[in-house]
Protein backbone atom coordinates (compact mmCIF):
# COMPACT_ATOMS: atom_id res chain seq x y z
CA UNK A 1 0.00 0.00 0.00
CA UNK A 2 2.54 2.23 0.78
CA UNK A 3 4.29 1.88 -2.54
CA UNK A 4 1.61 1.92 -4.67
CA UNK A 5 0.68 5.60 -2.66
CA UNK A 6 4.52 6.57 -3.14
CA UNK A 7 4.49 5.68 -6.91
CA UNK A 8 1.21 7.66 -7.16
CA UNK A 9 2.53 10.31 -5.75
CA UNK A 10 5.56 10.17 -7.80
CA UNK A 11 3.94 10.12 -10.86
CA UNK A 12 1.88 13.18 -9.98
CA UNK A 13 5.19 15.21 -9.24
CA UNK A 14 7.17 14.09 -12.55
CA UNK A 15 3.45 15.42 -14.46
CA UNK A 16 3.66 19.00 -12.68
CA UNK A 17 7.16 19.06 -14.09
CA UNK A 18 6.75 17.92 -17.61
CA UNK A 19 3.76 20.78 -17.62
CA UNK A 20 5.55 23.49 -16.22
CA UNK A 21 8.50 22.61 -18.74
CA UNK A 22 5.67 22.94 -21.83
CA UNK A 23 4.47 26.03 -19.86
CA UNK A 24 8.01 27.57 -19.77
CA UNK A 25 8.71 26.98 -23.57
CA UNK A 26 4.83 28.44 -24.36
CA UNK A 27 5.23 31.87 -26.45
CA UNK A 28 3.29 34.77 -25.81
CA UNK A 29 0.58 35.36 -28.66
CA UNK A 30 2.51 38.56 -29.95
CA UNK A 31 5.63 35.72 -30.93
CA UNK A 32 3.36 32.90 -32.16
CA UNK A 33 4.97 31.49 -35.46
CA UNK A 34 8.49 33.91 -34.55
CA UNK A 35 11.61 32.04 -34.52
CA UNK A 36 13.24 34.22 -32.55
CA UNK A 37 13.33 34.19 -28.30
CA UNK A 38 10.57 36.27 -26.56
CA UNK A 39 12.91 37.89 -24.26
CA UNK A 40 14.97 39.46 -26.99
CA UNK A 41 11.74 42.07 -27.92
CA UNK A 42 9.72 44.07 -25.34
CA UNK A 43 6.08 43.51 -24.75
CA UNK A 44 3.90 45.40 -27.30
CA UNK A 45 2.40 47.16 -24.26
CA UNK A 46 6.14 48.63 -23.55
CA UNK A 47 7.09 49.08 -26.81
CA UNK A 48 4.42 50.50 -27.88
CA UNK A 49 2.25 52.69 -24.63
CA UNK A 50 -0.72 54.24 -25.79
CA UNK A 51 -2.79 57.17 -23.99
CA UNK A 52 -5.08 60.28 -24.47
CA UNK A 53 -6.16 63.47 -23.40
CA UNK A 54 -9.16 65.74 -24.21
CA UNK A 55 -7.71 69.16 -25.23
CA UNK A 56 -11.08 71.69 -26.34
CA UNK A 57 -13.16 70.10 -28.99
CA UNK A 58 -10.11 67.68 -29.83
CA UNK A 59 -8.82 64.40 -28.15
CA UNK A 60 -5.28 63.92 -28.55
CA UNK A 61 -3.47 60.52 -28.63
CA UNK A 62 -0.06 59.92 -28.19
CA UNK A 63 1.81 56.68 -28.43
CA UNK A 64 5.46 56.84 -26.67
CA UNK A 65 7.80 54.35 -28.79
CA UNK A 66 10.79 52.48 -27.30
CA UNK A 67 14.04 52.98 -28.73
CA UNK A 68 14.30 50.71 -31.27
CA UNK A 69 10.68 50.40 -32.51
CA UNK A 70 8.82 51.89 -34.67
CA UNK A 71 5.16 52.65 -35.50
CA UNK A 72 3.52 52.27 -39.22
CA UNK A 73 1.37 55.55 -39.96
CA UNK A 74 -1.33 53.84 -42.18
CA UNK A 75 -2.19 51.37 -39.20
CA UNK A 76 -3.13 53.63 -37.29
CA UNK A 77 -6.81 54.29 -36.33
CA UNK A 78 -8.32 55.72 -33.65
CA UNK A 79 -12.75 54.96 -33.95
CA UNK A 80 -15.81 56.03 -31.42
CA UNK A 81 -16.10 53.29 -28.21
CA UNK A 82 -18.28 55.06 -26.07
CA UNK A 83 -22.38 56.17 -27.10
CA UNK A 84 -23.17 58.74 -29.08
CA UNK A 85 -19.09 60.11 -29.73
CA UNK A 86 -18.26 60.88 -33.11
CA UNK A 87 -14.82 61.13 -34.16
CA UNK A 88 -13.24 62.23 -37.24
CA UNK A 89 -10.08 60.62 -38.84
CA UNK A 90 -6.82 61.49 -37.19
CA UNK A 91 -4.37 64.05 -38.75
CA UNK A 92 -0.81 62.57 -38.18
CA UNK A 93 2.25 64.49 -38.70
CA UNK A 94 4.28 62.84 -41.59
CA UNK A 95 6.51 59.81 -41.11
CA UNK A 96 9.86 58.84 -41.31
CA UNK A 97 10.37 56.80 -44.79
CA UNK A 98 10.97 53.14 -44.30
CA UNK A 99 11.49 49.99 -46.63
CA UNK A 100 11.01 46.99 -44.47
CA UNK A 101 10.60 43.24 -45.32
CA UNK A 102 7.22 43.28 -43.63
CA UNK A 103 4.40 46.02 -45.61
CA UNK A 104 7.20 47.47 -48.19
CA UNK A 105 7.91 51.07 -47.98
CA UNK A 106 6.15 52.84 -45.33
CA UNK A 107 5.80 56.09 -43.13
CA UNK A 108 6.95 54.74 -39.73
CA UNK A 109 7.19 56.89 -36.61
CA UNK A 110 9.76 56.65 -33.91
CA UNK A 111 10.33 57.76 -30.32
CA UNK A 112 7.08 59.47 -29.76
CA UNK A 113 3.64 60.63 -31.97
CA UNK A 114 0.66 62.35 -31.08
CA UNK A 115 -2.99 62.45 -33.32
CA UNK A 116 -4.98 64.81 -33.17
CA UNK A 117 -8.42 63.92 -33.77
CA UNK A 118 -11.61 66.21 -33.61
CA UNK A 119 -14.60 64.88 -31.86
CA UNK A 120 -18.05 66.07 -31.13
CA UNK A 121 -20.83 64.34 -28.39
CA UNK A 122 -24.11 63.98 -29.01
CA UNK A 123 -25.23 62.86 -25.24
CA UNK A 124 -24.21 66.31 -23.43
CA UNK A 125 -21.62 64.39 -21.73
CA UNK A 126 -23.57 61.60 -20.10
CA UNK A 127 -21.13 58.86 -21.00
CA UNK A 128 -17.40 58.77 -20.20
CA UNK A 129 -15.25 59.36 -23.33
CA UNK A 130 -14.16 56.04 -24.27
CA UNK A 131 -12.32 55.43 -28.09
CA UNK A 132 -10.57 52.53 -29.36
CA UNK A 133 -7.08 53.03 -31.19
CA UNK A 134 -5.78 50.29 -33.58
CA UNK A 135 -2.06 50.48 -34.52
CA UNK A 136 0.82 48.34 -35.35
CA UNK A 137 4.23 48.31 -34.95
CA UNK A 138 7.29 45.94 -35.55
CA UNK A 139 10.98 46.06 -33.72
CA UNK A 140 14.23 46.98 -35.97
CA UNK A 141 15.51 43.87 -34.24
CA UNK A 142 13.62 41.82 -36.97
CA UNK A 143 10.04 41.24 -35.31
CA UNK A 144 6.49 42.75 -36.85
CA UNK A 145 3.97 42.69 -33.92
CA UNK A 146 0.38 41.71 -34.85
CA UNK A 147 -1.84 44.81 -34.82
CA UNK A 148 -3.06 46.11 -31.59
CA UNK A 149 -6.64 47.39 -30.20
CA UNK A 150 -7.06 49.09 -26.85
CA UNK A 151 -9.75 50.88 -25.49
CA UNK A 152 -8.61 54.59 -24.12
CA UNK A 153 -10.27 56.36 -21.30
CA UNK A 154 -9.08 60.27 -22.28
CA UNK A 155 -8.02 62.41 -19.60
CA UNK A 156 -8.84 66.18 -18.57
CA UNK A 157 -6.14 68.39 -19.44
CA UNK A 158 -3.36 66.27 -18.43
CA UNK A 159 -0.23 65.16 -20.56
CA UNK A 160 -0.63 61.72 -21.12
CA UNK A 161 2.52 59.59 -20.46
CA UNK A 162 4.23 61.34 -18.23
CA UNK A 163 5.58 63.47 -21.13
CA UNK A 164 5.27 67.15 -19.40
CA UNK A 165 4.50 70.40 -21.25
CA UNK A 166 6.67 72.84 -20.71
CA UNK A 167 5.12 76.22 -18.72
CA UNK A 168 5.23 79.33 -20.41
CA UNK A 169 7.29 82.16 -19.10
CA UNK A 170 4.08 84.17 -17.42
CA UNK A 171 3.81 80.88 -15.84
CA UNK A 172 7.34 80.13 -14.83
CA UNK A 173 7.44 84.06 -13.47
CA UNK A 174 4.23 83.59 -11.43
CA UNK A 175 5.66 80.07 -9.74
CA UNK A 176 9.09 81.75 -8.68
CA UNK A 177 7.34 85.33 -7.38
CA UNK A 178 4.90 83.33 -5.55
CA UNK A 179 7.59 81.21 -4.13
CA UNK A 180 9.90 84.07 -3.36
CA UNK A 181 6.52 85.92 -1.86
CA UNK A 182 6.11 82.95 0.69
CA UNK A 183 10.12 82.44 1.47
CA UNK A 184 9.73 86.48 2.74
CA UNK A 185 6.72 86.17 4.51
CA UNK A 186 7.91 83.23 6.77
CA UNK A 187 11.47 85.04 7.25
CA UNK A 188 9.58 88.09 8.44
CA UNK A 189 7.26 86.19 10.65
CA UNK A 190 10.04 84.72 12.24
CA UNK A 191 11.83 87.87 12.72
CA UNK A 192 8.47 89.39 14.61
CA UNK A 193 8.25 86.15 17.04
CA UNK A 194 11.92 86.82 17.78
CA UNK A 195 10.91 91.11 18.96
CA UNK A 196 8.05 89.73 20.47
CA UNK A 197 10.54 87.52 22.83
CA UNK A 198 10.86 89.14 26.32
CA UNK A 199 14.16 89.19 27.34
Known amino acids: MHTRAT???G??????????AGTAHAKPWW??????NETDFLPPDVAFRVAARIDGNVLKVRWVIADGYYLYRQKIEVKAESPDLVVAAPALPPGVVKTDPYLGTQQVYMQQVE????YSRIDAGAHPVQIKVTYQGCAEAGLCYPPI???????AGSSPLGVSV???PWETIAIIGGACAFLLAGLVLRR????DTPA
Open 7 to 9: AFV
Open 11 to 20: FLLIGSLLGT
Open 31 to 36: MRGIDS
Open 115 to 118: AVVP
Open 149 to 155: TKVVFPT
Open 166 to 168: PPY
Open 192 to 195: GRKL
